[in-house]
């Protein structure tokens, strides 16, 4: 019974976050519904483009589960307060392996998509995973599975399809020597979920750099994060009421590359900003989508 409580609040918020729509959201004029690929193309310079909230309001998450990998954990959470309460946080934190290689598990698969394809049939399903769902055939893959509020420890990823073939694999080391601007972090990082409504790529040598959403509400917001020299941040914000809130900080340690997804409960206008700690800097890709399509 200890989760309760929890799972008391996201049953509420479910149902209040259906309201929460915030239509006058003063953002900068950018393409609404844009498919394109925004670059930024000026000095690349260790900029900060000053846009970042200062005084968000932190919400409270919780993690229902956490998968282990050889270079790599996948952790699931959410939100049980805030205006959004209900949204889902799926976050993937890659180091170098032993040859010096990041790699990517989850790609561009939802939060539950990757839970199903990461773990034994035998593991149970947190039941937000599946609330959180808008894909009929991964519902329906997770039917045969006992469900539960949250695991408690820590897992280990199973042998599988996901990890026996070739997932996305690059070297970060390279991405982040290859000079003021990376083209494998262009090509290749920059070119992950090209079907979603606003994407931008930030190749250069950032000390911070904050995307939004614009005019677009937005369900899912998704980043990938490289920090350089070192340590990195990401975080993401979404807005009610003209009061930015925001999830607990990701950081990063040099030469790791952070993927976060935020599958939020309704649509609502969304921030991602990526930033370096201290000295170095970060590349970063940020991406918006409405669901259903």
Partial sequence: ???????????????????????????????????????????????????????????TQVEIARIELDSAEVAFLVDVDGPAAGQLTMTETAWPDEHGMVTSRVGELSPLQAFLALTDEGVPVPVALIEGEDDEATLVAAEGREHTDRLDDPISARPGDLLESAPESWSAAFMCSEGT?????????????????????HNGTWFSVTDTSGTLNVDWARSRTLACNANGRVRHYYRVGGIFYKGKDETLAPGFLHTHTTKGGSALRRKITHSRTASGFVRGYSTFRRFPF
């Fill in 1 to 59: 019974m200890k989760n309760t409580i929890a799972l008391s609040l996201l049953s509420l918020a479910l149902v209040a976050c259906d309201s929460a729509e915030d239509p006058a959201f003063p953002e900068p004029d950018r393409v609404e519904n844009s498919t394109e690929l925004e670059e930024s193309t000026e000095d690349f310079d260790l900029r900060d483009d000053g846009m970042e909230p200062v005084d968000a309001v932190e919400v």
């Fill in 181 to 201: 601007t990376s083209q494998q972090f262009l090509d290749e990082i920059c070119s992950m979920d090209s079907w979603w409504n606003r994407r931008f790529c």
